[in-house]
């Protein structure tokens, strides 16, 4: 295989769409796309609660926690001629505060940015109305901080 | 318990197709499968880094397209929130995304299959937040918003 590293190149913009295609299966399986269900799975002390959503972190971690260290041993991915994971290991006020909102506005409406944008597609109002205003707040942080 | 609604298989099965698209992805091209990451770089269009974003997202849409023809009782949502609420929970959760650099996908799939402790903190904190949030809406509101 020739080693390419450009996000632009036919076979990245193929795969890219191969793995939202999969991923949306995915999620339209789980159960992930419907927000009551969401609601149910963050409400453990209502008395009626939901663990379904706990099997899906369990399925996919499961999944990819194995196939990831056998990929990573190749030593390079099949069209880029290294691997681009996040080295970080720093804990910083930007990631506790963004992921705590992240976890209000879930909370909120039952709804994360994937499952948001596949139950969109459906026209649904409460789903359009929640990918407005995914687009109005990513948009309001590009707006506020420098790329 | 709510056993009624737990529908374990399903989850399973589905989160196993998730876990297979991220590491597709991953063996393909090296890169996280994260979607708030990869739909947010859409704000900010680098030359040659917005075709495969832009083609990711017609995946997800594309799927709850065809899903909301065959299967509409998995994709049209009953929410018992209102359409205001709706609204902030999406610009919060697009904000508090890209500020935390991660969603359920990159940080709780991606990153936690990593042991990545950043990603294990993060999801760590926004499942606190989100049964605190579910948690005060169900007992201070009556479970509607």
């Known amino acids: ?147 | 318990m709510n056993w009624t609604a737990f529908t374990p298989l399903s989850a399973l099965a589905g989160g196993a197709i998730i876990g297979l698209a991220v590491s597709f992805f991953l063996l393909l091209t090296g890169r996280v499968a994260g979607i708030s990451g990869i739909v947010g770089g859409l704000f900010s269009p680098k030359p040659g880094d917005f075709a495969w974003r832009l083609a990711f997202t017609v995946g997800l849409l594309g799927v709850g397209l065809a899903a909301a023809v065959m299967f509409p009782e998995q994709v049209t949502a009953s929410s018992t929130r209102s359409p205001l609420a709706m609204l902030a929970a999406g610009a919060i959760v697009g904000y508090g995304t890209r500020l935390g650099n991660g969603c359920t996908s990159g940080h709780g799939v991606c990153g936690i299959s990593r042991l990545s402790v950043r990603s294990l903190v993060a999801t760590a904190t926004f499942m606190t937040t989100g049964i605190l949030t579910v948690t005060i809406i169900h007992f201070a509101f009556g479970g509607s918003l």
């Open chain 1, 1 to 147: 295989m020739s080693a390419t590293a450009s996000t632009a190149d036919r076979a990245f913009v193929g795969g890219a769409l191969i793995t939202g295609l999969l991923f949306g299966v995915g999620l339209v399986l789980s159960g992930m796309t419907l927000p009551d269900k969401v609601i149910g799975f963050l409400n453990p002390f209502s008395g009626a609660w939901d663990p379904s959503l706990g099997l899906v972190m369990v399925g996919a971690i499961g999944v990819h926690a194995v196939l990831m260290r056998v990929i990573l041993k190749r030593g390079t991915p099949l069209i880029d001629t290294k691997f681009h994971l996040p080295t970080r290991k720093d804990l910083d006020p930007k990631l506790i505060g963004g992921a705590a909102l992240f976890g209000i506005g879930w909370g909120l409406g039952g709804v994360c940015p994937g499952p948001g944008l596949v139950g969109a597609a459906s026209l649904a109002s409460p789903l359009l109305l929640f990918v407005g205003g995914l687009a109005l707040g990513m948009g309001i942080f590009r707006l506020t901080n420098k790329a």
